[in-house]
């Protein structure tokens, strides 16, 4: 079952305590975009089968990296792409945006989504991982 646009902004915009719908529409856009560039193939459609279509559009056309990149670099990535953001900001952009993908998905797909991602991903989602 699809999220709809409105919940899933709802509660990006409730765990990011964004003022406006605007805010948390630009912090899942843009984390999203960046989250596409490090997924391919099944899981990357399946993880966009579960978003709402604009956010889904935008995870499988993303922003291309050259490379993958660590948690760290992702966060710093994020904060680049959104206007006025510092890496405190964007740390809370990414964990709001990630955690209400991880609702919007469902565990089993998200599992699979960090096996295609950089060490330490786990904890972006609000997922800790034992190594």
Same mark, same amino acid.
């Given at each position: /079952?699809? /999220?709809?646009?409105e919940?899933? @902004? *709802?509660?990006? !915009?409730? &765990? +990011?305590e964004? $003022?406006?719908? !605007?805010?948390?529409?630009?912090?899942?856009r843009?984390?999203?975009? @960046?989250? +596409?560039?490090? @997924?391919? $193939?099944?899981?990357?459609?399946?993880?966009?089968? &579960?978003?709402p279509?604009?956010f889904?559009?935008?995870? @499988?056309?993303?922003l291309?990296? =050259?490379?993958?990149?660590?948690?760290?670099r992702?966060?710093r990535?994020? #904060?680049?792409? %959104?206007e $006025?953001?510092?890496?405190?900001? #964007?740390?809370w952009?990414? +964990? #709001?945006v990630?955690s209400v993908t991880?609702?919007? =998905?469902g565990? *089993? %797909?998200?599992? &699979?989504?960090?096996? !295609?991602?950089p060490? $330490?991903y *786990?904890?972006?989602? +609000?997922?800790?991982? &034992?190594t």
């Open positions: /079952m699809t /999220m709809r646009w919940a899933f @902004l *709802d509660q990006v !915009q409730e &765990r +990011g964004y $003022g406006t719908p !605007q805010e948390a529409e630009r912090a899942a843009t984390v999203l975009a @960046l989250l +596409g560039a490090h @997924l391919v $193939g099944e899981v990357r459609a399946e993880l966009a089968a &579960r978003l279509e604009t889904a559009l935008i995870l @499988l056309n993303p291309q990296t =050259a490379e993958p990149l660590s948690p760290e992702f966060v990535a994020t #904060a680049a792409w %959104i $006025g953001a510092t890496e405190q900001t #964007a740390t952009d990414v +964990g #709001a990630l991880v609702d919007a =998905a565990e *089993d %797909i998200i599992r &699979r989504v960090l096996l !295609q991602l060490p $330490g *786990d904890l972006l989602f +609000g997922h800790p991982q &034992r």
